[in-house]
Structures are given as structure tokens and as C-alpha cells.
């Protein structure tokens, strides 16, 4: 029975997170190329669609909270699903830059609907000793989708369209899946529907989390939409791209799922920097040895790694300040990655737009390389600590 239902949770999670995290919000840099040529639109364009697609995914967070808290986890995970597959359709079928914008926007505001709702989903649904399992597949889903996107384009070459239509198919899968599954009911304990202080969400403690997870979202929202552009603009072929984000889901699926034990070893202070400076030196990377399809593969694992692996210590530290409602404070949290995805696209594109990409690439290393500086409070380093809550 736990096994079971930590399978049906986390496999409706991990397929959510397929269509609306890894392909919806996360593929579209591998597509830059493509709307380029096809649509004539230059790069600080495409720069503001990316950011304007991570701005819809702002607005869908703060929803996806007041409609978690009035109907549950299945209307807004199904609603993200079913977004993300009109998205995918309009982007297919567009015929110019207007529908081309309406589609992505749409597609990547389909990730505010589909993570912080499992949090409830696997609590409601899952027995305590099978949430870990459920968690683990949920949080999955990210590279997987990157993973499968990358193939698609692969075996689609110039039909990137077929693509598009393939992710539009994935997305009403994905919707007719969570609305099966996660149907009302619960084997949690009740929500405690109080609402917090502000002092409780903005404190010494969590204004740490919140740089830090702004300052890693800035570049590692640059490198998504611009990484397999850079390397293809360098003279590399066009599978570069598709390439690169292989390598990136491979990689970061399979060192990520073990941040939880090298928190458990290290604490959070050391392997949080150590990550946050690998997904900074990822930019320089690409931007010493350009041309080269070993330091774009090679840049792209190190990121998947670096990127995965760093979230996935962000939300452990982000549980530890908001212990007592890791939700509604996850959900804060990922307000500022949002932000920082917005900005970071608009950024690059507009410097390597007016300056040059090399000094984008240096510009937009730099939040990341920063937030390394930051450390957890004393009180956040040891996930195993019973630190109490935010505002002690």
C-alpha cells in the first residue's frame, strides 16, 4: 500500500514536473536557435519572451497558493498540465512572433502550477514512510523532461515543430494523469490554516535564502536560455544544443539525488558553495574554449550537476527556516527563484545584445559566484538540527 501510493503520487508528480518544469520552462534556450532563423527575431527578443514566460510562471505560484488552499493539489497541477499543453500547441502551430510569444509565455507559465501543490499531494496521499519515495520521483522530473526534450529535437532535426506538438501530447497525458490520481481525500493530518506574521516570512534567516536563491536563479535563468545558442553561435552544429541539455539531465539527475545525504554528511554551508561557484564557472566555460563540443558537453554537465544539486540544498535550507509550514514557505522561496529567472534572460540578452556575449556571459556568472559568498545562518547548517521556526 505505501509502496503503491508513493508510485501513483510521485509518478503523477514526476510526469507533472516532465511537461511543465523540464519542458515548459526549462527547454526553451534549446529552441533559440530555431526561432531565430526562422522568425528573424534577435536576441534581446527572445531574451524578453524567456523572462516574460518566467514572469507568468511568478503570477501561476502566487495562484497555485490560493487555489492549493481552496480546492486542493489537483486543480492547479492539472491546470498547469492542461496550460502547458496549449502552450505547446500554439508555439507549434505559430506563424509569427505574436503567437510564437503567446505560446512560450503560456508554456512556461504552466511551472507555477505543478511543484508546491505535491508537497500537499504527497502528504495528503502517501503514507509517512513512503513520502521520501514519492518526493524523490516528483523531484525527478526536471532533468527527465530536459532529458526527453533533447531527444525529441534530436530525432526531429529541423521539424521542431513535431516537437512542439510531441510536448502539447506529454502536457494532456500529464493533466488526464494528476486529475486521476489526485483525487480528494487524506491520510495527513489537517492544514493549519493560520496565517503567518509578516516578521515570519522576512527575517535574518530567510533574507539569506531569498539572496541567495535569487542570485543563483539570475544565472542559472541566463544560461537556460542562452547556453546551447552560445555554443551553436560559436560554430558548433545545431546538435549542440539538444546535446548539451542531454548531458545536463543526465548528469544532474544522477549526482542531485544525492543531496540530501551530502547535506546530511557536510551540512549545507560548503556543498551549497561549492555548487553555487560550479554553476558560475559553467559561463566561463563556454566562454574560454568556444567552439569546442568538449567544453559545451562539459559545461552543460557541470550546470545540470551544480544546478540540481543546488536547489535541491535551496529546499532543504528553505524547510529548515520554515519549518513549521514548509509549504506556504517553499512557496516564498520560489517566488524569488522566479524573479531571478526573470531577470536573468532580459539581462544576457541585452548585454550580449549592446556589449558583447562574452561579457554577458561574465556579467550574469557573477549573482551566482556572489551568493557563494552567503552562507546559511549558523542555526541553518545542519539539516538534522531542530532549529524551531522562522522567526526565533
Known sequence: ??????????????????????????AYGLFVPRFREEFGLPLDVLGFY?????????VATVATGVLAARYGPRVPVFSGCLLLAVGAAATASASGPVLLAAGVIAAGTSAGGAWAPFADAVRDHVPAAGT????????????????????????????????????AII????????????????????????????????????????VVTLGVSITSGAYFAYAPDTAQDA?????IGPGMWAALGIAG?????????????????????????????????????PGSVGAALGSAALFGVGFTTAFALVVMWSQQVFQDRPTTGFTST???????????????????????????LLVTALPALLAALLPPSRADRSPGHDLGTASD
Open 1 to 26: 500500500m505505501i509502496t503503491s501510493q508513493a508510485s501513483r503520487v510521485g509518478g503523477a508528480g514526476l510526469l507533472a514536473l516532465v511537461a511543465t518544469y523540464g519542458i515548459g520552462r526549462l
Open 50 to 58: 524567456a523572462s516574460a514566460a518566467q514572469a507568468g510562471y511568478l
Open 132 to 167: 521520501r519515495r514519492a518526493l524523490a520521483l516528483v523531484n525527478a522530473g526536471s532533468p527527465v523532461g530536459l532529458v526527453l526534450a533533447s531527444v525529441l529535437v534530436l530525432v526531429g532535426g529541423d521539424r521542431w515543430r513535431t516537437a512542439w506538438w510531441a510536448f
Open 171 to 210: 502536457g494532456l497525458v500529464a493533466a488526464a494523469v494528476a486529475w486521476r490520481v489526485l483525487t480528494p481525500g487524506s491520510v495527513g493530518p489537517a492544514l493549519d490554516r493560520g496565517r503567518p506574521a509578516l516578521r515570519w516570512f522576512f527575517n535574518l534567516r530567510s533574507g539569506r535564502l531569498f
Open 235 to 239: 560554430g558548433l552544429a545545431p546538435w
Open 253 to 289: 539527475t544522477a549526482v542531485g539525488v544525492f543531496g540530501g545525504r551530502v547535506a546530511d554528511r557536510y551540512g549545507l554551508r560548503w556543498p551549497l558553495a561549492v555548487m553555487l561557484a560550479l554553476v558560475a564557472g559553467t559561463n566561463v566555460v563556454l566562454l574560454v574554449a
Open 334 to 360: 520560489i517566488v524569488f527563484a522566479a524573479a531571478g529567472f526573470i531577470l536573468g534572460p532580459s539581462f544576457f540578452g541585452v548585454l550580449a545584445t549592446h556589449a558583447d556575449r562574452s561579457v554577458a
